[in-house]
Structure formats: structure tokens, C-alpha cells
């Protein structure tokens, strides 16, 4: 790669980071007003249509837009653009075939695939979501064709439009829906078609972008022969398809763990219909809180994985054991106050967020809250691995945690003496299991040992004080105020003044503590953008 293309991917990268975030913060927008307008019954209906459309989605686009951008870069770097056309020809054409598909199976078999899941009342979702499938995978071929010129900035600017879309048209024709009196299944398929249309604006935008930019048509003045389309058809099978089985486990695995335990609440279980669609809402709104770590792990991984293979492929084993460890530290530092945050305080964050939801939310967050850890941590161990050359290694942890999962949800949620706190249950031996699997591969991978106490001791101290005083000051509070009553008022002096209360000082007193017991180092803080800086002013040498 040339140096001004390795420049522009950098900057590209930079930004593709903060369109993740931004993303991410736009989607907690969404669902948590969203689970207010529809109930926790409703929320039932809308996050199972998204299981099952994540399912199609991944199974259609998880591979072919990064082998399709690996061969646009390489025929770009070799400057064959009449190759470049016909792969991204070649790659379109693929990508209409498999949306088509997706989205005419979600189409003619919604009613079918809503009692499959135990969710007969999310059928008219499904068929709306259906549209989505195709819309994306066309959006997809476009992300790849300029993610092969490393230009990441089209990708980033397109999911952020489709973000926003989606939180604008959705919210408004789910709150429209609910004040004009219709079910709530009815609203969820409200909120649903927002999906449909932001899909739509983000194809659109991605369209009009790359046409602008590139020229995605025949070069007269290029000289170089392109592969035949056969060929180029089965590149993008060859290096696609290990992507897309590696990727769909965990769709896999989402989908299955939500027919299993509706299947299960109506089954083995004893609740009837109803009852079980309220109490997966609950779930799903909690599941809403627990995703929120991933946010941080994402970008990060943008920064440490290209790290970590270049040590590599310098020889130099210490510094990418390093590299690995202080990642790993720094997820730590990052995800487990969050994580302990999120349990000590989890009947407070519900009621703040969803105060209409049903009470076992809080509960089912406290269990979230503990394998959110390590959900973040499986997350960056995954990325370690391949990024030290072990490529296939993930994918043993991956089919354990799943196979975990499947299992420990199936048996508890199906214990009536359990029922839904089962299926928190199951995501933490997932992530648990993984998280084991991933350490000891890197660990027999790496130039040495790891030092567990650098990584988990430090910031695990900081935490459990962290998480008392957070609780003694949301415990005190909470009391002081337990008094007073009255419409808002009284909410925001006895749930909202307490929490937040707690929240700030639980950020304080972990912030002195990492600082004090030096959980963070200068080295860790050179990881992130401008964190030299960063650490000078908070005095981490």
C-alpha cells in the first residue's frame, strides 16, 4: 500500500471509529424511548423481528463486502480497473441474488417464522423488515467497492444517516401508532419501517456517493484483461464464505437463544402467551443496557489489532505479548466498572430508563450486568488472536460459547422455578466459556506468560470500591428521599437525584482509585488518540 493510500485509511479509519460511536449513542436514542412507546410487549415483537433479520443480514452480507473490498484493493494496488468493475459487477450481482432471497423468504413466510420463534403476533414486523435484507446488501456492495480504496469515510457517513433515519421515522410512526389507539404489535411494525426506510436512505446515499467518487463502469484508456466473471464469482465464494461461517455463529446463536426461551417460558415453563411475551420485553429492554460496553470496545479494536500484526510481522514477539496484554488491561479498565456499575445499580437504571417495564428487569440487569464483562472481553480477545496470525482459533471459541448457551438457556429457562432469568444466565457461560478458550490460546501463543494481576487485579480492586460507594450513596439517598411522592416531582427526587448522585461518584472514586493503584499506565494510554496528552493532565506516568 502506498503511503499517501496508508495515510487516507488511517484517516478513514479515524473517522470510520468516531461513526461508530456516534452510532452507537443515536441507537441508545432509539431503544429506550422506543421501549416506553411500546411496552414491554411490544419491545418483544420488535427485537425478535431483529433477531431474525440479523440472521438473513449476516448470512448475506458477514463475508462477500470484505473479500470483494480485498479484491478491489489488490486489482486497485495493480492498477487493473477494468478488474476493479467486473469485481464489483461480479460482487453486485451477488449481493442482489442472496438480498433477493432473504428478503422474499421473509416475505412469503412471515406468519410461519413468528410461530417458529413463539412470537405469532411479530409476523406483520416481519414482513415489513423483509425489504431491509436487499436494501442492505446492495448498500453492502457499495461499502465494499470503497472500502477497496480504503476510503472508509462513505461507510462511516452512511451508517450514521442510517442511524438517524431510523431513530426520526421510527420513533414518529411507532408514537403516531400508539396515540391513534392500535395494538402494539401493530406499533412495533411501526417502529419496524423505520428500519425499512432508513435502509433505503443509507442504499441511496451510498449509491449517489460511490457514482460521484469513482467510476464504477469500463476504462477505454485501461489495458488490463479481467478475470472471467466465473472466476472472480468463486473468489468471492473462497474468501467470503470462512467469514460468513465465523460470523453466523452468533447470529445463529442470538436467534436460537430467543425461540428458545419464548418456546420455552410457553412450554416447559407453564406461562401462557402473554405472560412470556412480557417477560422477554423485559429481557430485551435489559439487553438494551448491556450492549452498551461493546461501544467502547469496538473502536478500540480499530487501533490495537493493526498493532498487534505489525509487531508480528516485525518478529517481534514481546512487543505484540505487550501489546495484547495492555489491550486486554485497558478493556478491563474500560468494561468492568460498567459492568459492576450496572449490576450494583441495576433497579435504579430500569427505572430511570424503562419505569413502566415489569420488575423482574432489575434482576435480569444484575445477571446482564456480570457477563457483560465478559461479552467486552471476548470481543477483544477474538481480535487478538487473528490479529497474532491465529485466524481459525476464535472459531473453536465461538462454536463452545454457542453450544453453551443453546444448552444452559434450553434447561433453565425451561425450569419454572427459573424461567427468564435463565436466559442471562446462558449469555454469561457463553462469554465465560469463550473468554476461557480465547486465554488459552493466547496464552500458549504468546512470548510469555500473561500477568493476570496487571490485567484483572488492579482495575478489579478499583471496581469493588467503586461499586460500594456507588451503592452506599444511591442506598442513602434513595432513603433520605423514600418520603416523598408525587407525579414527577417526586420521581426525580426519589429515583433520578439518587442515581445520578451514585453514578457520579462512582465514576470519581474509580477514576482516584485506577489512578492510585496505577490500574493505567503512560504505555496503555499511548493506545488511544491523544492520550499522552490525556494522561499528562491526569498525571499517569
Known amino acids: 500500500m502506498s503511503e499517501k493510500k496508508g495515510q487516507n485509511f488511517l484517516h478513514g479509519a479515524a473517522i470510520y471509529t468516531v461513526g461508530i460511536i456516534l452510532v452507537k449513542i443515536l441507537g441508545a436514542f432509539y431503544k429506550i424511548p422506543l421501549g416506553n412507546i411500546l411496552g414491554d ?48 459487477r461480479v460482487g453486485i450481482m451477488t449481493f442482489l441474488g442472496m438480498g433477493a432471497l432473504g428478503t422474499a423468504v421473509m416475505m412469503l413466510f412471515p406468519a410461519e417464522m413468528a410461530a417458529m420463534v ?15 435484507v436487499l436494501l442492505v446488501c446492495v448498500t453492502a456492495a457499495y461499502r465494499g467497492y470503497a472500502q477497496g480504496h480504503a476510503d472508509m469515510i462513505p461507510t462511516a457517513v452512511s451508517q450514521v444517516v442510517e442511524t438517524a433515519v431510523k431513530v426520526v ?33 443509507a442504499m441511496l446515499y451510498m449509491q449517489i456517493k460511490v457514482r460521484r467518487k469513482y467510476r464504477v463502469k469500463p476504462s477505454p484508456e485501461a489495458k488490463d484483461v479481467p478475470d472471467p466473471s466465473r472466476k472472480i464469482f468463486w473468489d468471492l465464494l473462497r474468501i467470503g ?45 435489559a439487553m438494551t443496557v448491556y450492549n452498551v460496553p461493546s461501544a467502547f470496545v469496538v473502536p478500540f479494536l480499530s487501533s490495537i489489532v493493526p498493532a ?28 468492568l466498572p460498567m459492568a459492576v456499575g450496572m449490576a450494583v445499580l441495576a433497579a435504579p437504571c ?16 444484575v445477571e446482564l450486568g456480570v457477563a457483560c464483562y465478559f461479552m467486552a472481553m471476548s470481543l477483544m480477545t477474538n481480535s487478538i488472536l487473528p490479529a497474532n496470525g491465529n485466524e481459525r482459533l476464535p472459531l473453536v471459541a ?97 429515583i433520578l437525584l439518587p442515581f445520578g448522585a451514585a453514578v457520579g461518584t462512582g465514576v470519581v472514586v474509580y477514576v482516584v482509585m485506577a489512578i492510585a493503584l496505577r490500574a493505567i499506565t503512560l504505555e496503555d494510554m499511548k493506545l488511544f488518540p491523544k492520550g499522552e496528552k490525556l494522561a499528562k493532565m491526569l498525571h499517569i506516568r
Open 41 to 88: 410487549d411490544g419491545f418483544t415483537h420488535f427485537g425478535m423481528t431483529y433477531r431474525i433479520y440479523n440472521f438473513f443480514l449476516t448470512i448475506s452480507t458477514a463475508g462477500i463486502p470484505v473479500a470483494m473490498s480485498r479484491l478491489i484493493s489488490e486489482s486497485d494496488t495493480l492498477d487493473r480497473e477494468n478488474q476493479v468493475y467486473r469485481v464489483f
Open 118 to 132: 413463539g412470537d405469532v403476533q411479530a409476523s406483520r414486523s416481519i414482513f415489513i423488515m423483509a425489504p431491509s
Open 169 to 201: 421515522v421510527g420513533l414518529a410512526a411507532a408514537g403516531w401508532l400508539a396515540s391513534q389507539g392500535y395494538g402494539l404489535d401493530v406499533c412495533a411494525a411501526g417502529a419496524i419501517f423505520g428500519t425499512t426506510v432508513s435502509s433505503l436512505a
Open 241 to 285: 464464505i470462512p467469514i460468513t461461517i465465523s460470523t453466523s455463529i452468533m447470529s445463529i446463536v442470538q436467534l436460537a437463544d430467543g425461540m428458545i426461551t419464548l418456546n420455552q417460558l410457553q412450554g416447559a415453563a407453564g406461562y401462557e402467551y402473554q405472560a412470556a411475551i412480557t417477560l422477554y420485553g423485559v429481557y430485551e429492554k
Open 308 to 335: 498487534i500484526a505489525a509487531a508480528r510481522v516485525r518478529g517481534d514477539r514481546a512487543g505484540a505479548s505487550d501489546l495484547a496484554e495492555s489491550s486486554m488491561r485497558m478493556c478491563t479498565l474500560l468494561c
Open 350 to 365: 430500569m427505572k430511570v430508563l424503562y419505569p413502566e417495564a415489569a420488575s423482574q428487569g432489575a434482576l435480569l440487569l
Open 398 to 494: 465461538i462454536l463452545l460459547g454457542g453450544l453453551a448457551k443453546v444448552v444452559v438457556t434450553y434447561t433453565l429457562v425451561g425450569n419454572p422455578a427459573v424461567n427468564i432469568y435463565g436466559a442471562p444466565i446462558g449469555t454469561f457461560c457463553c462469554y465465560f466459556v469463550m473468554l476461557s478458550v480465547n486465554l488459552f490460546f493466547i496464552g500458549r501463543r504468546m512470548a510469555r506468560p500473561m500477568n493476570l494481576w496487571r490485567i484483572f487485579g488492579r482495575s478489579g480492586i478499583s471496581c469493588a470500591v467503586m461499586g460500594v460507594a456507588a451503592w452506599a450513596v444511591w442506598s442513602l439517598l434513595h432513603g433520605l428521599m423514600g418520603g416523598v411522592s408525587g407525579a414527577v416531582a417526586g420521581r426525580a427526587l426519589n
